[in-house]
């Protein structure tokens, strides 16, 4: 089992940036696969970024490519989400989650999640 509790969130400005914590209980956060997912009101959960268990491979979706950046510190159990370059439509409540096994970008493959941290840029 893991629990995985996120901080970091806040308001800021377009343009600004902020730096989610993912940070994870249990001994196997070290294996696990780990993502960021996003939900706005009214909208579906979507990816937003990925990261394999050693921190070697990552994946972002399109619309934060460039601008965001996954890593992972399994000696601390913590993930972190690099957010610069934001925009109005990065607002949402940011998740992180995480699973045993290979990385998904579909939000039902993942096993564990977080409560969410906000992100609200204003433009």
């Known amino acids: 089992q893991v629990q995985l509790v996120e901080s970091g969130g806040g308001l800021v400005q377009a343009g600004g940036s902020l730096r989610l914590s993912c940070a994870a209980s249990?001994?196997?956060?070290?294996?696990?696969?780990m993502a960021w997912f996003r939900q706005a009101p009214g909208k579906e959960r979507e990816f937003v970024a990925s990261?394999?268990?050693?921190?070697?491979?990552?994946s972002y979706a399109d619309s934060v490519k460039g601008r965001f950046t996954i890593s992972r510190d399994n000696a601390k159990n913590t993930m972190y989400l690099q957010m610069n370059s934001l925009k109005p439509e990065d607002t949402a409540l940011y998740y992180c989650?995480?699973?045993?096994?290979?990385?998904?970008?579909?939000?039902?493959?993942?096993?564990?999640w977080g409560q969410g941290t906000q992100v609200t840029v204003s433009s």
């Open positions: 989650a995480g699973r045993g096994g290979a990385r998904y970008t579909a939000p039902e493959k993942y096993d564990y």
């Open positions: 249990g001994r196997t956060f070290s294996s696990y696969s």
């Open positions: 990261i394999s268990w050693s921190g070697g491979s990552t």
